[in-house]
């Protein structure tokens, strides 16, 4: 950092120069020095110079700032004004704007700083409807992301499995070598097996220049909506990449803080809305790399914190933490369906949410639901109110068709399902068990009970939901004999809690 960077930092510093008599909070990373000056943020960028980044001149640091605003601008429009130049004035005093700048700096709104998504699941937990928003906008995020070219992308990644595990390998002093060897070895393998569905995702147009730092810090609630911010920059490779890769990030960061539900309802929540969800369920089989590597990338860059700073012990602890899951993402774990079943109002989404999260390989299994596929066949949004045409006997064979095809999909990646519909006749129990039967995947099926007069009650409480039953609904479903019932028979007048348990030991997942 030269005196002429440590006049502008002065100079943004200042209260005066923002006309505020309250002070500048000043934030610095190793790349930029940030200021927070009332409703505004001024980042400049560092004259440095990194492998991966070079900031070393005026100009080069020009185009940074540019770079800054071009990719987040369209994440967070009203968060990236622009980029002003600091110049230096006649009588030598700096200023905003001129013709010959000796800095540039990107100029921000400044937000709540206590309410991106890190603070606020701290502090009060993410909600379901966060979740849903937090999900859609990582769909919107990938939706108007350019295509790339999938080939390039897809040998560079390889080349950052590589790297990444080489540097683990190399920090004897903070991974187990033999553990690190595993490690390494099994992530050059995953890599070999899945190169070739990854060739096939990037020629689907799945590769794109996407946010690439998609973590819960960098994601913010502005007016009560989850905006991204701080996209990667400065590295269109980092960028450039599968939109699962993408995403791996975020439900990464979400099951490492322990926040093992909101990772699968996230995932969840993404895929209903991602209107290519055929593709999405068959991509699930790249989800162990993914996963695995972005918290293996996570634990190299801590070991080499622990390594330049001090050998700061807190450093040492979070790089074993990253290293321990990146080895769970990657270890098999056997694929299973379970089917839950019953009238309307028994409380099967419910359970079924409440058992997703809880088997099969991280983030846990994916919950396909009857109300959700209706309504995605009909057009509609999932709280909007079909007509009867919605529920004819040959939509409900093509809603049923489309989970057992999704379920298929989703076990013949890897991960486990959860079916989440009426299955009222024998004929529709039967044809879902069939599915894992032909997988050679374990099943169960579950099937909820509860007095008629209890489900009427509780649908005429439901709120934002999108199943459109009624108490007409249910007394019809009452009405019609659903035949003998071999599934494993639950109270639904208990407590989720109760009968995840009861769920979990009927399909031998019990501790």
């Not at 002429?4 to 005066?16: E, M």
Request: contains cysteine; proline residues 5%.
């Amino acid at each position: 950092m030269g005196s002429g960077q440590d006049a502008v930092f002065a100079f943004l510093a200042d209260p005066a120069t923002h006309g505020l008599s309250t002070p500048v909070e000043r934030i610095d990373t190793n790349a930029a020095a940030v200021f927070l000056a009332g409703p505004d943020v001024y980042k400049v960028k560092r004259a440095v110079r990194f492998p991966f980044m070079d900031l070393s001149t005026l100009e080069k640091r020009r185009a940074a700032c540019e770079a800054e605003i071009r990719v987040n601008r369209p994440y967070a429009p009203d968060l990236y004004i622009g980029v002003v130049p600091i110049c230096r004035g006649a009588d030598g005093a700096l200023r905003f704007g001129g013709d010959e700048p000796v800095e540039w700096a990107v100029h921000l709104r400044r937000f709540d700083e206590t309410r991106t998504l890190d603070r606020v699941a701290e502090r009060d937990g993410l909600n379901p409807p966060l979740l849903r928003d937090l999900a859609a906008a990582a769909v919107d995020s990938h939706a108007q992301a350019e295509r790339r070219d999938g080939a390039t992308a897809t040998e560079a990644l390889g080349g950052v499995v590589e790297e990444t595990v080489s540097s683990l390998v190399e920090q004897r002093a903070i991974f187990d070598p033999q553990q690190a060897a595993t490690f390494a070895e099994a992530m050059r393998e995953a890599f070999a097996s899945l190169r070739p569905l990854l060739l096939e995702r990037g020629a689907q147009g799945y590769v794109r220049r996407c946010h690439g730092d998609l973590h819960l810090r960098n994601i913010a609630m502005i007016e009560d909506t989850p905006v991204l911010f701080d996209a990667i920059e400065f590295d269109e490779s980092i960028a450039t990449i599968d939109i699962l890769y993408d995403l791996a990030f975020l439900l990464m960061d979400l099951w490492e803080r322990d926040l093992h539900q909101e990772a699968n309802v996230v995932l969840n929540r993404y895929l209903w809305k991602s209107g290519t969800i055929a593709d999405d369920l068959k991509g699930l089989a790249t989800l162990p790399l993914f996963l695995a590597l972005r918290a293996a990338v996570r634990a190299k860059i801590e070991a080499l914190r622990f390594v330049t700073v001090d050998h700061d012990s807190e450093a040492s602890r979070d790089a074993r933490r990253y290293f321990d899951h990146a080895r769970t993402f990657l270890e098999p774990v056997p694929a299973r369906l379970i089917a839950i079943g019953g009238y309307s109002g028994t409380g099967k989404t419910s359970l079924a949410r409440s058992v997703a999260w809880r088997f099969g390989r991280p983030p846990g299994a994916i919950h396909l639901r009857s109300d959700i596929e209706r309504k995605r066949l009909m057009g509609v949004d999932e709280f909007d109110r079909l007509p009867p045409a919605g529920y004819e006997p040959e939509v409900t064979e093509q809603v049923f068709a489309a989970l057992r095809d999704q379920a298929g999909t989703a076990l013949s990646a890897g991960q486990s399902v959860v079916v989440d519909a009426v299955h009222k006749t024998p004929e529709e129990r039967r044809l879902i068990a069939d599915v894992a039967e032909r997988l050679g995947v374990p099943f169960t099926g579950l099937w909820l009970t509860a007095p008629v007069e209890t489900l009427i009650g509780r649908i005429a409480h439901r709120r934002a939901d999108a199943s459109d039953a009624t108490a007409a609904v249910v007394m019809l479903q009452a009405d019609q004999p659903s035949g003998d019932i071999e599934w494993s028979t639950i109270d639904a007048t208990r407590p989720v809690g109760e009968n995840t348990a009861a769920a979990l030991r009927a399909a031998g997942l019990a501790p």
